[in-house]
């Protein structure tokens, strides 16, 4: 679906649990191609807040838009143009690579030309040929995140979120999966990413930190570090986290 250079349009999405607001009127848009980060510590909300973007959480009120449709109201149109990658490895185990890669292109409909040229294209990428037919359960973690991400867009959605992909990892694997978003992003593919590591902050063009299910910053790191007068995204972090009230 075509749609205006806004990716993701959010207004005063809140998201109540009984007495609880998880998410508490976030506003913000991310641009078509933009490598968005959406940090906060455990129990800000983001996750919560990511999951109504995703689709699969309906919001209590507020309005939002995904790829152009209404997440109260298309969530499965939603769900079929994203791709999405949990911190968790999403790839089946027991399965080859090939075969996996299979499997998620059959789950988003493409054809079987598609995913034979797509999956050739991706593991020559990856340089993974003489690997095909090893089960991913054998592969090294830094292997298994790589071809996760690669698997998320594989289909070619207009907006990947990402939940902290590149947990447990080495930082040389980390610098690589970053290549990767670089060239998702340079393709036309919006990247919205949560991350622990305060260093991948400063490889997003912009960064919202969420305390307390509100959004308390937005803006490119560089401005951030102005604003707060800090020498890294890492500092910015702690003096925003420092006023929360919850956690975990």
């Given at each position: 679906?075509?749609?205006?250079d806004?990716?993701?349009?959010?207004?005063?999405?809140?998201?109540?649990?009984g007495?609880?607001?998880?998410?508490?009127?976030?506003?913000?848009?991310?641009?078509?191609?933009?490598?968005?980060?959406?940090?906060?510590?455990?129990?800000?909300?983001?996750?919560?807040?990511?999951?109504?973007?995703?689709?699969?959480?309906?919001?209590?009120?507020?309005?939002?838009?995904?790829?152009?449709?209404?997440?109260?109201?298309?969530?499965?149109?939603?769900?079929?143009?994203?791709?999405?990658?949990?911190?968790?490895?999403?790839?089946?185990?027991?399965?080859?690579?090939?075969?996996?890669?299979?499997?998620?292109?059959?789950?988003?409909?493409?054809s079987?030309?598609?995913?034979?040229?797509k999956?050739?294209?991706?593991?020559?990428?990856?340089?993974?040929?003489?690997?095909?037919?090893?089960?991913v359960?054998?592969?090294?973690l830094?292997?298994?995140?790589?071809?996760?991400?690669?698997?998320?867009?594989?289909?070619?959605?207009?907006?990947?979120?990402?939940?902290?992909?590149?947990?447990?990892?080495?930082?040389?694997?980390?610098?690589?999966?970053?290549?990767?978003?670089?060239?998702?992003?340079?393709?036309?593919?919006?990247?919205?990413?949560?991350?622990?590591?305060?260093?991948?902050?400063?490889?997003?063009?912009r960064?919202?930190?969420?305390?307390?299910?509100?959004?308390?910053?937005?803006?490119?790191?560089?401005?951030?570090?102005?604003?707060?007068?800090?020498?890294s995204?890492?500092?910015?972090?702690?003096?925003?986290?420092?006023?929360?009230?919850?956690?975990?």
């Amino acid at each position: 679906m075509a749609y205006s250079d806004k990716a993701i349009s959010v207004e005063k999405l809140t998201k109540r649990f009984g007495q609880f607001t998880a998410v508490d009127e976030i506003s913000f848009e991310v641009t078509r191609g933009e490598i968005f980060g959406f940090l906060g510590a455990n129990g800000a909300g983001k996750t919560t807040a990511m999951r109504m973007l995703c689709g699969l959480s309906m919001p209590t009120s507020g309005k939002a838009t995904v790829a152009g449709f209404d997440v109260f109201k298309q969530n499965e149109q939603i769900k079929r143009n994203i791709g999405y990658m949990s911190q968790k490895f999403s790839l089946y185990e027991d399965l080859t690579i090939k075969e996996n890669i299979r499997f998620y292109g059959g789950i988003y409909g493409k054809s079987n030309k598609f995913i034979k040229e797509k999956t050739e294209e991706l593991l020559k990428q990856l340089h993974m040929q003489d690997e095909a037919n090893k089960l991913v359960g054998s592969l090294p973690l830094g292997w298994k995140q790589k071809l996760a991400f690669s698997v998320s867009i594989f289909h070619e959605p207009e907006i990947v979120f990402l939940d902290e992909p590149t947990g447990g990892v080495d930082p040389v694997t980390r610098r690589e999966f970053w290549n990767m978003i670089y060239l998702a992003a340079e393709r036309g593919i919006t990247v919205f990413v949560t991350t622990h590591y305060m260093d991948e902050a400063e490889y997003c063009n912009r960064v919202s930190i969420m305390v307390d299910g509100r959004i308390d910053a937005l803006d490119t790191p560089k401005a951030l570090k102005e604003k707060f007068n800090a020498q890294s995204m890492d500092e910015v972090f702690l003096k925003l986290a420092r006023n929360a009230v919850r956690g975990e």
